[in-house]
């Protein structure tokens, strides 16, 4: 036995850099503009917006196929590993059910598990399993320390607009209401998502107070494990959140994980959007 594996989809948002570190297998999403697909990992954030521009349209994301998995789980497995798969919201992505089916012909070999979390706070989580693996625990002990992450991660973030994650679906249950304050007050929804449920935090009337808000939210959780940045277009915005994190979990800015946010976000939180992923301790 050659130990433990850890395979995520990319909406987890962590560089090639981290996945090569920690001897990750990352899985694309699937980015459709129109009736044209495009893999995650055949794009860089530049081109994904710069095709949404030149295209007009508000893209949509699909998952990878179960096959897609079957042949990263048997290549694994194969090599002798126990693979642990960690994926997006099963709610709101089809990530899951595709590794999920893919697995089942590995036994015990191979678990998935939904982390209830997206971009960084994915990410985070990945990361969290990719330690334990790589420190010699075994694939029950890290499944079962990934599940009770899932409910201490959030991911705290403010929408700029309110037009693509309406065309998403991902907020059905919010927008009559976001939409209703929005049109009337001009205001920039905090939203909350936390092992795979959205809710309201606040509304705010500037970026500014919605970043406050964001560190208020962060500081109430104290104390942390892990904490991250993400954003949608201008590092700036992730920038004036990061400075104040990282004096109240007592890092500093240069420690405190910070990346643009890959299609699975951005494809429905649309641009400018700005948030901290979180795990409570």
């Given at each position: 036995?050659?130990?433990?594996?850890i395979?995520?989809?990319?909406?987890?948002?962590?560089?090639?850099?981290?996945?090569?570190?920690?001897?990750?297998?990352?899985?694309?999403?699937?980015?459709r503009?129109?009736?044209?697909?495009?893999?995650?990992?055949?794009?860089?954030?530049?081109?994904?917006?710069?095709?949404?521009?030149?295209?007009?349209?508000?893209?949509?994301?699909?998952?990878?196929?179960?096959?897609?998995?079957?042949?990263?789980?048997?290549?694994?497995?194969?090599?002798?590993?126990?693979?642990?798969?960690?994926?997006?919201?099963?709610?709101?992505?089809g990530?899951?059910?595709?590794?999920?089916?893919?697995?089942?012909?590995?036994?015990?070999?191979?678990?998935?598990?939904?982390t209830?979390?997206?971009?960084?706070?994915?990410?985070?989580?990945?990361?969290?399993?990719?330690?334990?693996?790589?420190?010699?625990?075994?694939?029950?002990?890290?499944?079962?320390?990934?599940e009770?992450?899932?409910?201490?991660?959030?991911?705290?973030?403010?929408?700029?607009?309110?037009?693509?994650v309406?065309?998403?679906?991902?907020?059905?249950?919010?927008?009559?209401?976001?939409?209703?304050?929005?049109?009337?007050?001009?205001?920039?929804?905090?939203?909350?998502?936390?092992?795979?449920?959205?809710?309201?935090?606040?509304?705010?009337?500037?970026?500014?107070?919605?970043?406050?808000?964001?560190?208020?939210?962060?500081?109430?959780?104290?104390?942390?494990?892990?904490?991250?940045?993400?954003?949608?277009?201008?590092?700036?915005?992730?920038?004036?959140?990061?400075?104040?994190?990282?004096?109240?979990?007592?890092?500093?800015?240069?420690?405190?994980?910070?990346?643009?946010?890959?299609?699975?976000?951005?494809?429905?939180?649309g641009?400018?959007?700005?948030?901290?992923?979180?795990?409570?301790?």
């Amino acid at each position: 036995m050659n130990g433990v594996r850890i395979v995520a989809d990319s909406g987890c948002d962590l560089s090639p850099a981290l996945v090569a570190q920690y001897q990750l297998t990352v899985v694309p999403v699937f980015v459709r503009f129109g009736q044209d697909m495009v893999s995650s990992d055949n794009m860089t954030s530049d081109e994904f917006w710069a095709l949404a521009e030149k295209t007009g349209e508000i893209p949509g994301t699909a998952a990878p196929a179960p096959g897609t998995f079957q042949s990263v789980f048997q290549q694994l497995t194969s090599d002798g590993y126990d693979v642990i798969c960690l994926t997006l919201p099963n709610r709101y992505s089809g990530t899951f059910n595709a590794a999920w089916l893919a697995a089942q012909e590995f036994g015990e070999k191979v678990r998935v598990v939904d982390t209830g979390s997206l971009s960084l706070g994915m990410g985070l989580q990945v990361l969290a399993a990719a330690r334990e693996a790589l420190a010699g625990c075994s694939a029950e002990a890290i499944q079962q320390m990934v599940e009770g992450l899932r409910v201490r991660t959030s991911v705290i973030f403010v929408l700029d607009t309110l037009e693509w994650v309406r065309r998403g679906g991902r907020l059905d249950r919010l927008m009559p209401f976001l939409e209703r304050v929005a049109r009337s007050l001009n205001v920039k929804p905090v939203i909350e998502l936390c092992n795979g449920e959205f809710r309201l935090v606040g509304i705010s009337r500037s970026r500014k107070n919605a970043l406050q808000r964001i560190e208020d939210e962060i500081r109430s959780r104290l104390p942390v494990e892990a904490v991250a940045a993400a954003y949608t277009r201008g590092r700036d915005m992730a920038s004036e959140l990061v400075a104040p994190l990282a004096g109240f979990v007592s890092l500093t800015p240069a420690e405190i994980l910070v990346a643009e946010a890959g299609p699975a976000f951005a494809a429905h939180a649309g641009p400018n959007a700005v948030g901290a992923a979180v795990i409570r301790s």
